[in-house]
């Protein structure tokens, strides 16, 4: 098993590009995250996804999209960048939102 | 404001030596407590999950602790080896939402040799 895996590993993006963050998740988990990590911060929560075809705003959603395209797949997008959103971004899954999450090994974006 | 604040920020011990991490909470209605691993450039990995009943967890030279009156938890780490040089980060979440969790800022353990 893969476990929870993520494309790109790295990425710089110019002002105002656009770009998808993608997640996939082989341990048939039904709830999928999305975080961001910044120096010195906890993990801030972006959006979730608590079941297949369900999508709710965490505590920092402005400025990015979400799609929860199978049971399997849980995609970020980011429509318009802005160097504020320059962070390494997280996704992770668990049976359910009380169980332990399982992380991937992040992605890792400059906004110039 | 549901907070967690972890202590020290970092910390540097020698190989061998034990060492304890603080993790003090204000989230109200508690629901677990969880203590993560996480090494550089990699995602966190979950060391424990303690629900208020639970006072003591152990998962090998890991030790976690908890006192939900206080809320108060320790992570305790035995006879430290290199390959625990990493950020542990306390983790709590709230009863009333079971995907919105409260991260502290972590604590950095160096192990030297």
């Known amino acids: 098993n893969a476990g929870v895996t993520q494309t790109p590993k790295f990425q710089v993006l110019k002002t105002g590009q656009s770009m998808t963050l993608q997640c996939a998740q082989d341990?048939?988990?039904?709830?999928m995250y999305w975080y961001r990590q910044d120096p010195g911060m906890g993990l801030r929560l972006i959006y979730y996804s608590a079941s297949e075809g369900t999508t709710d705003k965490g505590e920092v959603p402005n400025g990015y999209n979400v799609s929860r395209l199978n049971k399997r797949e849980f995609s970020l997008r980011l429509e318009s960048a802005a160097p504020s959103q320059t962070s390494v971004y997280f996704c992770a899954s668990s049976e359910h939102g009380v169980n332990e999450q399982f992380f991937g090994p992040g992605t890792r974006l400059t906004v110039l | 404001k549901n907070q967690v604040e972890q202590s020290p920020q970092s910390l540097i011990i020698l190989e061998g030596k034990n060492c304890t991490l603080q993790?003090?909470?204000?989230?109200?209605?508690?629901?677990?407590l969880r203590w993560y691993k996480q090494d550089t450039g990699r995602g966190p990995v979950s060391l424990t999950i303690m629900t208020f009943s639970e006072n003591t967890k152990s998962n090998g030279r890991y030790t976690a602790t908890l006192d939900a009156d206080t809320k108060q938890s320790s992570l305790h780490i035995t006879a430290s080896q290199l390959s625990d040089s990493a950020s542990y980060i306390c983790?709590?979440?709230?009863?009333?939402?079971?995907?919105?969790?409260?991260w502290g800022a972590g604590t950095k353990l160096i192990i030297k040799p």
């Open positions: 993790c003090n909470y204000t989230v109200s209605p508690f629901s677990n």
């Open positions: 983790v709590v979440s709230a009863r009333d939402s079971n995907y919105q969790l409260i």
């Open positions: 341990m048939n988990h039904n709830s």
